[in-house]
């Protein structure tokens, strides 16, 4: 992409979205080069940002008319590159499309637009009594649109489900500059294709969100959450399953290693049991009787599979010091390196212990230091490499580790990615898990919906 | 479509499938025409019957490579004509594929061929001591590979959602036969684009499904039914709104009215209180203490909003006294007249009582017989108009009758259909809730996926 093709449109931009919001100096350029994946930085030719639905939809027309590349950026939060414009061009911001445009109590449901902020959002339908529960880990910055285009997960996946389980319907602009609808504010609906469930995940590739329209449920009446402490990570990745097996879903169900205890502990000084092999962090959640029951059953579970010590959340703080351990992992783990690759491979949760396994197998085999936390009532664990990339040796072992992180997760009938995306930086392996009719198959709609493969490319099929 | 160009392939398709798996006679090509739609039939070239995976894709290949519209058909219980083959061609029937492949007891899956018979499926899923919720009027005849095509709803989907809400993954050969794979055994994932979501409600008109994972959930512990009896249609449609906005979500929240509770009285001689101007039929579940708390709310709901009477089921008779009433409703009112247009628009559920009056208008000002019954608390009414399509003048106010209900469900912000599908029903009336761009980018992604435009021709987008 020619930057000062890109440069010289950025009056045709002034004119749709006024001046003050077209950045094009070097500063604010490469403010928007990366995003939270370990990868190089792409500069943009510039950086625009509307206020207005309409606006949207003319700058889209405008990329597109031009053959301009275009990335819409929301809170740049995601770890796989979805943000970065690999190809220059155009970074659309969401953040001046901050307006939550409905909370419906009686219908529940809420219609957004795509910059608005994911912890934002969740408060101020919790305030209205009702609840939200996709909560990714960056939920405090990231936006309901990003989340929507990565499908971001979060610690309530197992029982809550994840994002793309509340998008109920959307307006998405295509690359015409067309409006396009699909979905409704009903619980039910099969009017047209399910285009609103394919721009979940979509990484940006498809069509420039508008307005989303999110479903909401009434809140569970009660939570109690419990740390159970293993000496052996194996027990603990066993009691898991066996968890699930005895067909109880509890909202949330973590997992932290040894490494990565000591690590937190280390950061806040929380008084977390560091020589333990593992914790599990569970929440048990809804009407008070389940509650009661299913805390009771967890805890005879857990003992059963050689717990050490049970601790139970009495309050609002005992529980608070549970899920600041959990919230901290990473960024303690991060602090450690200057280079923290995060993965989240994902494999079906009976197969978690044969994971664990096979992640200490890697470790030692590369000789490299991987923290492992993560999901593990959903499979997702989240292996998190510390290293340099400054250090050409070592690097060389992380991507082959990484890479044999997937091959062993696709052997256990897993995926390459629970919910961080593909973006570019797992783009490479995406045949390996889909194979290519997959992957044809995608890049024939790709081709249709944008024919000058300006949305996002590089990305996904890209 | 030239018919002797299709037979004189009869072959080429016995070569794949055997020549007992291929029928050409009139009375079997008769018998896959039509559908469960009030629509003209359209007869078939021949029809297929592939008993295995790798006969299914040679089969698609070997329309597409000869420009045969392809219909697959599963049941044929769908009422929105997806599955007449409406420009003749090959009906590929799915019912030499009915394996239940795996069913995952650890990890809450199964995955199925697309023949086999929801009911079944549910049984076994079932006695494996899990529970598949899904549960179509048509369940004991139609199959999963249909449900997914139309995204079929049924009597659980306000607390446990539809088909699309359990669909995991899948396998499709696209139309070169080439087997495409989307999503995963895993509770998360989000490699690739969201190809199975795109599947679901597609009816056909984007590949045929191969294998389809399923997710499953273990099964509410307790439930309970009742029947809340009413002297005003508005009352029981307002308490329906209350209930949602009580934060209770009831499993199954439907509604009858005066005229559907006289027809089935006099059908099945149940004892229904055939004086009451409506009935709302409810069941709580989950665990044993939720029910109890959330049966007495709901109770006093329904007084409160003036209900006479409210039985509650003491047993498993009088559970199925209930649930069979509900059942019989469709089967009561199509004896009454030679043709019966069960129609599905749906609204937002507190427009509900809007929605009822608006019923209540359209029978008068066209003087037609409409039975309304359905599923109110997702807000998905299935007004029933009674007529002879023979009589040429009655059936032209019937047809202005549906698309006024059409206008009134979409002027109350609902959608043309919750669960029935658009097929060849509904397909003119698309724009007018989608709006243009919808349709043209429909359009576009169906001609790069299926560029002879051999799957299910006109339906949809057609």
Redesign the interface.
């Known amino acids: 992409m020619n930057s000062t093709h890109v440069s010289a449109l950025a009056g045709e931009f002034s004119k749709i979205v006024g001046s003050d919001n077209v950045m094009t100096s070097e500063n604010d350029r490469y403010a928007y080069s990366y995003d939270a994946a370990v990868l190089d930085s792409v500069m943009p030719g510039l950086v625009v940002r509307p206020t207005g639905s309409e606006a949207l939809g003319r700058v889209v027309k405008l990329c597109n008319d031009n053959g301009l590349p275009l990335t819409v950026r929301g809170a740049g939060t995601n770890l796989s590159g979805g943000t970065i414009p690999h190809l220059g061009g155009v970074v659309v911001l969401t953040n001046g499309l901050t307006c939550i445009l409905e909370i419906?109590?009686?219908?529940?449901?809420a219609v957004v637009e795509p910059g608005v902020v994911t912890a934002t959002f969740a408060q101020e339908v919790a305030r209205r009594?009702?609840f939200y529960p996709p909560d990714p880990g960056s939920q405090t910055v990231s936006t309901l649109g990003g989340n929507v285009a990565?499908?971001a997960?979060g610690l309530r996946?197992?029982k809550y489900g994840?994002t793309?389980?509340y998008v109920m319907g959307m307006e998405f602009w295509?690359v015409g500059g067309?409006?396009?609808?699909?979905g409704?504010?009903?619980?039910?609906?099969?009017?047209?294709?399910?285009?609103h469930?394919?721009m979940?995940?979509?990484e940006g590739t498809?069509?420039v969100f508008d307005k989303i329209i999110l479903k909401l449920?009434?809140?569970p009446r009660e939570a109690r959450s419990m740390m159970a402490i293993f000496t052996s990570i194996t027990a603990a990745s066993e009691t898991v399953?066996a968890i699930?097996?005895a067909?109880?879903?509890p909202a949330t169900l973590e997992m932290m290693d040894n490494f990565t205890i000591r690590t937190v502990d280390n950061f806040r000084h929380a008084g977390l049991p560091t020589d333990a092999a593992a914790l599990l962090l569970i929440e048990v959640d809804?009407?008070?009787?389940?509650v009661a029951?299913e805390a009771a059953q967890v805890e005879a579970i857990c003992k059963q599979h050689g717990a050490r010590e049970l601790k139970v959340a009495r309050d609002a703080a005992e529980r608070n010091t549970i899920w600041q351990a959990r919230r901290d992992a990473l960024p303690a783990l991060a602090k450690l390196k200057p280079t923290c690759v995060l993965e989240d491979a994902?494999?079906?949760?009976?197969k978690i212990p044969a994971m664990i396994e096979a992640l200490g197998e890697i470790s030692r085999k590369f000789n490299l230091t991987i923290g492992t936390f993560g999901?593990a009532?959903?499979?997702?664990l989240h292996p998190t490499i510390l290293t340099d990339k400054r250090d050409k040796e070592e690097w060389g072992r992380v991507e082959k580790a990484v890479e044999e992180i997937f091959d062993r997760a696709l052997a256990l009938?897993?995926?390459?990615?629970?919910?961080?995306?593909?973006g570019l930086a797992?783009a490479r392996f995406?045949v390996k898990?889909?194979?290519?009719?997959?992957?044809?198959?995608?890049a024939?709609?790709k081709?249709?919906?944008d024919p000058k493969n300006i949305l996002n490319p590089k990305k996904?099929?890209g």
Chains 1, 2 share one sequence.
């Open positions: 419906n109590e009686e219908d529940l449901y009594g009702l990565e499908n997960g996946g197992l994840v793309k389980d295509d067309n409006l396009v609808k699909s409704s504010r009903t619980v039910k609906g099969v009017t047209g294709y399910n285009l469930g394919l979940v995940a979509s498809l069509g449920i009434p809140p399953a699930i097996a067909k109880i879903v809804g009407h008070p009787g389940q029951d994902t494999v079906p949760r009976s999901h009532g959903d499979g997702n009938g897993g995926t390459l990615s629970g919910e961080h995306g593909i797992k995406l898990e889909t194979g290519r009719a997959a992957f044809d198959y995608s024939r709609m081709a249709a919906l996904m099929v």
